[in-house]
């Protein structure tokens, strides 16, 4: 009889435990007390409400200098060289001459339009005491016009001279070597010589295309190379590109820079700046601004209706421990978390403390 109650009682705990174990199943499965245990609780935060403040604006960049002309001299058709007139690093003055090709076929063509003028002279003669027909000079004519056009295009395309005052930077042949059209240079193209002009040079540098609107051709630019400590040189803007490239969200602009007793080469690293006035934009805590890990994406965060709110941003300059942040997401009057925020994702409840 004890051995029939205890087993009862053994059955009964039993029942009793798999009641309580599939409360517990059902609750921890019920997605409304699941909620309740992620909820994360509101942060607190301080704000601050943004307004535009007035800067001087002074954009800089790197660039690297470039001749204001190059060109890479060559003939019109291949042929023998006669004659290479200079050296690499000799100076040029415009008309200057560079090298002369082969000119068997000018002095034949030559010699053609000589007798063609005679000719002509003959038939001008005729023609007035109507001797010939008008047709049989004019055919003369232009056949004189013609060679004289060959002749005048072959003249200028054997002896090639100095475009501009400049400098030869390449020489690729020898006197009475063949030149081919073949690619010679470091570029792909092909030539004899190449000559640069570097008094005055140009840079050419790629500015964000916020700037847009205030870069003007005419404006100044500072140019410090650090090869030369302590010297400035100041260059003017020639030229605002008319188009923005999508892929960096630049504009080329290009700055003509006198070069001051020749000391700037093409080649050289230097650091550009120009100062566009004075512009009225947001100046934040430089603590508010973060960094996205892993990428170069900065951004800040805003009370919107007690959530915080993430916006996405472009830096521009730095005042000691303030920084300049672009957006067209930001307006006046929003309201900057500058505590609490490194703590915080795009979303979240925050409670703003004063």
Known sequence: MNYTKTISVI??????LSACSSKNKNAASDPKNEVATV?????????????????????DYTATILPFEEVNMAPSTPGRIDKIYV??????????NLFLMDRTQLYQQKVQLASLAKDLARLDTLLRTGSVKQQQYDQLKTQYDVTKTNVDFMEANTLLKAPFVGVVTGK???????????????????????????????????????YYPLVRRGMKAEIIADVYKGEKFTGTVSRVFPTVNAATRSFNTEVELPNRNDMLKPGMFVRVSMDLGEVETFVVPANTVMQQEGTNQRFIFLDRDNVATRVELTLGQRFDDKLEIVSSDIKEGDKLIIEGQAKLINGDKIIVTE
Not at 43 to 54: A, D, F
């Open 39 to 59: 909820e994360k609780a509101a942060s607190h935060v301080r704000i601050m409400t943004l307004g535009k403040t007035k800067i001087a604006r002074t954009i």
């Open 172 to 210: 690729y042949f020898e006197d009475g070597e063949m030149y081919s059209g073949t690619p010679t240079t470091t570029t792909g193209r092909s030539a004899v010589v190449t000559v640069m002009q570097i008094n005055p040079l140009k840079v050419n540098v790629g500015i964000s295309e916020q």
């Open 87 to 96: 050296e690499v690093g000799d100076r040029i003055n415009k008309g200057d």
């Open 11 to 16: 059955l009964l705990g039993g029942l009793i």
